[in-house]
């Protein structure tokens, strides 16, 4: 059982290319999540799947696009990549319900230079 | 919106001592639940303990301990006996139905 997974670790963009952080979780949580933490900051909701074929913008969607076709996947695209997006970018995955635990994975941290 | 706020960037505490760590928080809904994450240098996001709005005791789990005043919106946590590996950065979270909130977080070091 490996929790949630996270592909790659660490990245570095060049300004304007395009990226997909990937993201599969074994646990069969119906709810999946993407957030992004810039230094010396609290994590920030940027999308979140309910379930297969659903997501939705959390509070910082802009230059995100997100896809939701199974269970277990829950990738990130990055399109037009520009500085702001220099951060440490986590997924998370929960049972249904808003007292369920999120579990997180490791993170991966992107540069954008 | 709803907005967390963790008041005191950092925090230290002699070992087995106890420190508690503030948080407040901003909502107008009613149905919401409350969480403290740990996040050791290690990134990984630890989950410490949680509260339902809609329950007036306060949640316990060993050695942390939150007060929860749902009036006042706050919501703190006491860590008791303090060890060296509680050592991490602290953060307070919100969720309700449709959002996920999380605080600045609060650095607390742990003094042998």
């Known amino acids: 059982n490996a929790g949630v997974t996270q592909t790659p670790k660490f990245r570095i963009l060049k300004i304007g290319q395009s990226m997909t952080l990937q993201c599969t979780q074994d646990?069969?949580?119906?709810?999946m999540y993407w957030y992004r933490q810039d230094p010396g900051m609290g994590l920030k909701l940027i999308y979140y799947s309910v379930g297969a074929g659903i997501t939705d913008k959390g509070e910082v969607p802009n230059g995100y696009n997100v896809s939701r076709s199974t269970t277990e996947d829950f990738p990130l695209r990055l399109e037009l990549a520009a500085p702001s997006q220099t951060s440490v970018y986590f997924c998370?995955?929960?049972?249904?319900?808003?007292?369920?635990?999120?579990?997180f994975g490791p993170g991966t941290r992107l540069t954008v230079t | 919106a709803q907005t967390v706020t963790q008041s005191q960037p950092e925090m230290s505490v002699q070992e087995a001592e106890t420190v508690t760590l503030s948080c407040t928080y901003d909502?107008?809904?009613?149905?919401?639940?409350l969480f403290w994450y740990k996040q050791p240098p290690s990134r990984q996001m630890i989950l410490v303990i949680r509260?339902?709005?809609?329950?007036?005791q306060n949640a316990t789990e060993n050695r942390f301990s939150v007060n929860f005043q749902k009036a006042a919106k706050s919501f703190s946590l006491k860590i008791s006996d303090s060890q060296l590996g509680d050592a991490a950065m602290y953060f307070c979270?919100?969720?309700?139905?449709?959002?996920?909130?999380f605080g600045a977080g609060t650095r607390l070091t742990v003094k042998p």
């Open positions: 509260q339902e709005a809609y329950k007036q």
């Open positions: 998370a995955s929960s049972s249904t319900g808003q007292l369920y635990e999120q579990y």
């Open positions: 979270a919100y969720r309700s139905s449709n959002d996920m909130r």
């Open positions: 909502t107008s809904e009613s149905d919401y639940y």
């Open positions: 646990m069969n949580h119906n709810y």
